[in-house]
């Protein structure tokens, strides 16, 4: 069926009616928003004092905290950002899945997590990492299969990593020799993500499926800190206004109460719509870091120490009316370590113009195409599965429903 395209055109009609006072508003807040930016852009204590208390007072609050450096830096890429670029090794982890269906012919899930190596003057390097959960897998436990998909995408980072150190292949890595034969030694090894560096997921009791691909986690994060790897996660087109948020507090006339943090976390206070990416996009050149901020989250509490978790914004545009702003998480013992994170800002510029007019890094891009799996892949593992069923005698035949979509 079509849609019925006369609702959808009068909805579009009385938005027109509105979009001048919604447009004008919004340049009003994020006026505000940037008088306030600048106003406690040396004021880190006190602003981390209300940081503070908005975490005592509400324990799901989230937002960013001052980590030391001015609210309106602007960094430029590192002068030597060709010489860093020509010494680093970067390694991108990028995941798909399978999810369980109760209408396919069988009842399985699977993760493909696909990495990619790139250094200056090697032809980019590709590995495909799959897990199948079966259906006597599946019905012990409630598997939560995009958690597994991001656990395993930290995970075999850290196994290259320890492995280049260690010089012992991962285990199942036939090809490992192949994979990173010619890396320049002692070259400085970035370990990156698509998306939030922090794992995400139902945060339920301890002993749960979460709890404890949480622990394996943050294990992985501890070898790729052991190893001193430049780990981090980069989220495009990012819509988490923790900036806002860290700016609401400010415009506060007294210390935060529960009430005031309530009030903000839902969008209920001045800075209301502004986005940190309009903000940002404002003040970052192309090329430019923002300052570097930590992350204060109900997570606060299992990323501690040197796994802290932090992240600043980057423009990753070369062209300065067309911001493009990117959050780039990284843990504590990156955001502390400058030469680290010039090193980082200086990659993810490299790797962001490589390709035209689209400014993502380019081995974020390729580690999805690895990690995808077709449809005529997807179809081989089912009828796999099926001849295991069909062997035992049962029955192996999607859903009534399913079947009369398929007639489609």
């Not at 052991?226 to 900036?243: C, Q, S, T, W, Y």
Request: hydrophobic share 45%; glycine share 6%; aromatic share 8%.
């Amino acid at each position: 069926m079509p849609l019925d395209y006369q609702s959808v055109y009068a909805a579009v009609a009385r938005w027109e009616g509105r979009v001048k006072a919604f447009f004008e508003m919004q340049e009003k807040r994020e006026e505000d928003a940037w008088e306030s930016l600048h106003a406690w852009s040396n004021r880190l204590e006190p602003l981390a004092a209300r940081v503070a208390q908005a975490v005592n007072a509400l324990p799901y609050w989230r937002s960013a905290a001052p980590a030391g450096e001015p609210l309106t830096l602007a960094a430029d890429p590192p002068e030597d950002a060709e010489a860093r670029v020509a010494q680093a090794v970067v390694f991108a982890a990028d995941g798909s899945q399978i999810e369980p269906n109760p209408h396919a012919s069988v009842y399985f899930a699977l993760v493909n997590v696909g990495v990619v190596a790139m250094a200056r003057g090697i032809p980019p390097r590709t590995h495909v990492a799959s897990v199948l959960w079966t259906p006597d897998e599946l019905a012990a436990r409630n598997l939560q299969v995009s958690l597994q998909r991001d656990l395993r995408e930290r995970a075999v980072l850290a196994e290259i990593v320890e492995a280049l150190h260690t010089g012992k292949p991962p285990q199942n890595w036939a090809q490992w020799e192949n994979f990173a034969a010619g890396f320049p030694a002692e070259a400085p090894l970035l370990a990156l993500t698509d998306g939030p560096l922090e794992l995400w997921g139902a945060k339920d009791e301890e002993g749960s499926d979460f709890r404890k691909a949480l622990h394996a986690y943050l294990e992985s994060l501890k070898t790729l800190e052991h190893r001193r790897a430049i780990a981090a996660g980069f989220v495009d087109k990012p819509h988490a206004n923790l900036v806002i948020h860290l700016l609401g507090l400010a415009l506060l006339k007294g210390e935060p109460t529960k009430s005031d943090a309530q009030a903000i976390s839902r969008g209920d206070f001045p800075l209301q719509g502004v986005t940190d990416s309009g903000l940002f996009g404002r003040l970052l050149k192309p090329g430019q870091r923002s300052a570097v901020f930590g992350l204060a989250s109900q997570s606060r509490k299992d990323y501690t120490d040197d796994l802290a978790l932090h992240f600043f914004y980057l423009n990753t545009s070369p062209n300065p009316d067309r911001p493009n702003i990117a959050r780039v998480e990284i843990p504590a013992w990156v955001a502390r370590d400058a030469d680290a994170l010039a090193t980082l800002h200086a990659v993810l510029l490299w790797q962001s113009r490589r390709v035209p007019q689209i400014p993502y890094p380019y081995i974020l891009h390729r580690a999805h195409e690895v990690a995808v799996v077709q449809r005529e892949e997807r179809g081989v593992v089912e009828d796999w599965l099926c001849r295991v069923l069909v062997a035992s005698g049962r029955a192996c035949s999607p859903s009534a429903k399913q079947q009369m979509k398929n007639l489609q």
